[in-house]
């Protein structure tokens, strides 16, 4: 029913509405005092919720930064739970006003959808999952497997062009939610669960005995996961690129959640350029001055950010690999704040 | 020679202003004109609007999406498909799986329901409670939670391919569905299917034959034993004349599945299962109310006539039964049909999950495709209507007669 709801809304908004209002993201959000944000429906490390409601993860720290930047409050934030398949319309229809979702980043997404990519949270690719039971070790042993799938994701497509391209039958199956998935996976109807390798580490806590299953090495895709903003409002599209852009760049600039406020206090021209001591980067934005020292005092910055929800000391365990910065042997980059 | 134009008569104007403007007359006819203008106007408003819209925020829209190559593949289809082809066939994919669905389970969800409603009538007290409990057990559960009992109960239930419960060593029952034997096509084949035709044909040939002599004659003759040589007999003699008209292909355990063979997914049983034996209740409601509505007596002459309960049933109470029987029971089938969409919870590949779901996300055309979408629903949904007001009115014709 929310799916068809969305759609309702969508052409509503799109029946009714004069094309102006579209492009003043920011000066809704300042009006409502809130920023609606689009998450999943609870994927561990990337945005979940607790026990008491509370949303964890590296794409809700992105939300939680935008809110700390724009409304002076990481608290500010509504998460609205969004499937694969339902989350860009509810961008497009303006129920939320970023999505933050573990979404891979595509030429056919960024151009026919109304919306763009501003970043990339986490650099990822496909692997499958299966159990240990099975003896297999490698994905080119899985002629003639069971997968099951998440529809609506890039993994569907990856999937069809891997067996494909290796000249190997396969059986899909596609369940609309990705609890649904595990649970078909787990109870046997499928041998393989393909997805995001960080999703697949998510996932495999959720599973009865995690370590009866393994995740195969293949990486048989890119996938750059990002945050997305509708088309149309380029101020928008800055703050929320520069948001994370901030979160990467504190990380460089070695400012952490603790020193942040020894380190305003700096002569170092990067530093004060950033913090506002120096010129007003902020405002530029659409911003106040302090935006830099928010955002940091909120979320911290990405490095700990990662640690904190996905890294080695958390659940997950997931080492930081090509998500490392690029002056210690990763790739994520950050342009300069000045 | 010239012949004056006929007048219409008077009268004719007078029907035409009826009919267009009630009672009104031409006033109300022009009311109506205009306010059919209006909406007519602000449909396209909408519609322009929205194209203006859509466009300002370069999302893509209009149909040419359909020709595009869809690139992920389904787990069920009747017509062939492989991920190179177009979402166009991906949209035929998945309606014939609904189809397939709505139909197995309209058919299911009569028979069930009909037998559920006898046993509620039965005068043994053990069936009458049996059907009794049946319709408040299913008919008060939600739909959807039904849907995923069978699916998650059932495959619990089965074992993994390895170990699948074989029977006769051609049929394999496991955890991936139910692998039989695929049937292959043989010299055999054209002329057996038309031995077969012909059986059929001239058996109800027959039929309306004997139906006649009854009606008309008040004979009775036995066919029966002519039906079965035509439909048993001459496909036989076929056989022996031309050899086996089909041979069968047996499953092999290979890998990690059964290769060969034909497959009948556990996505597919179990949304049948729930569809059929969930609107069974409905159905057996109405149709226990539809044949309490004929008058006792009619049981009563039935039995007076030395006629059989079942027979009296059968010949008597249910044809009558069917007049208040059909329009609730068109209203379920409708139901049914609608209710498959739920199959999206458990991975069946019917018309929301592969169309308004896997090819709206990764084309992001929503609009188009929820209309589409719902088009066909509301085009299955008449076209049973129709069918069922036709069968309804030929049954108030020949009750009538």
Known sequence: ?338 | MSTEARKPPPQFALKLKRALGGRAGWGGFAVQVAFAAVLAWIAYEIVANARANLESQRIASGFGFLQNTAGFDVSQSLIPYTGSDTYTRVFLVGLLNTLLVSVIGVFFATVIGFIVALCRLSPNWLLSRIGGIYVELVRNLPLLFQILFWYLAVLAALPGPRQSISLFGAFFLNNRGLVIPRPIAEAGLDPFLVALAVGIVASLVLRVYSRRALFQRGQLIRIWPYVLGLLVGLPLVTLLVFGVPITFELPQLKGFNFAGGSRVIPEFVALTVALSTYTAAFIAEIVRAGILSVHRGQMEAGSSLGLSRGATLRLIVVPQAMRVIVPPLTNQYLNLTKNSSLAVAIGYPDLVSVFAGTTLSQTGQAIEIIAITMGVYLLLSLITSAIMSVYGWRINRSLAA
């Not at chain 1, 969508?10 to 920011?26: I, M, V």
């Not at chain 1, 099951?148 to 990856?158: A, D, K, L, P, W």
């Not at chain 1, 390798?197 to 995740?215: D, G």
């Open chain 1, 1 to 338: 029913m929310k799916r068809v709801t969305l759609v309702f809304t969508l052409a509503f908004a799109a029946g009714f509405t004069a094309q102006t209002a579209t492009a003043q993201t920011l000066k809704t959000v300042k009006d409502r005092g809130m920023l609606s944000c689009g998450v999943s429906q609870g994927l561990p490390g990337f945005s979940s919720p607790d026990d008491k409601g509370n949303w964890t993860g590296l794409d809700v720290d992105v939300c939680r930064a935008i809110a700390a930047a724009v409304l002076n409050d990481p608290t500010k934030v509504k998460f609205v739970p969004l499937s694969a398949k339902d989350r860009f319309t509810a961008l497009q229809s303006g129920e939320i006003d970023v999505l933050s979702r573990n979404t891979t980043w595509t030429l056919s997404r960024d151009t026919s959808l109304g919306a763009s990519f501003t970043g990339v949270t986490y650099y990822d690719g496909q692997g499958f999952l299966v159990k240990k039971s099975l003896k297999v070790n490698s994905a080119l042993e899985l002629n003639s497997a069971s997968v099951c799938v998440q529809t609506g994701t890039t993994t569907e497509q990856n999937l069809a062009d891997y067996f494909k391209g290796n000249n190997m039958k396969y059986e899909v199956i596609a369940f609309a939610s990705a609890d649904e998935t595990v649970k078909a996976y787990e109870s046997g109807r499928c041998d393989v669960f393909t997805s995001d390798v960080s999703q697949l580490y998510a996932e495999r806590l959720k599973v009865a005995n995690p370590t009866e299953h393994v995740v195969l090495p293949e990486v048989i895709s890119k996938e750059p996961l990002g945050p997305m903003v509708r088309h149309g409002d380029d101020q928008w599209f800055d703050i929320v690129k520069w948001t994370l852009f901030a979160m990467v760049g504190a990380e460089e600039l070695g400012v952490t959640q603790k020193n942040v406020d020894e380190m305003a206090k700096s002569d170092k021209p990067e530093l004060k350029r950033a913090f506002g001591t120096d010129g007003n980067l902020g405002e530029q934005l659409g911003l106040t001055k302090d935006w830099f020292a928010r955002i940091v005092k909120a979320v911290g910055n990405y490095g700990e950010s990662f640690e904190r929800n996905v890294g080695v000391g958390s659940k997950l365990q997931i080492a930081r690999g090509i998500n490392q910065l690029w002056n210690k042997g990763g790739i994520q980059y950050a342009p300069p704040i000045r």
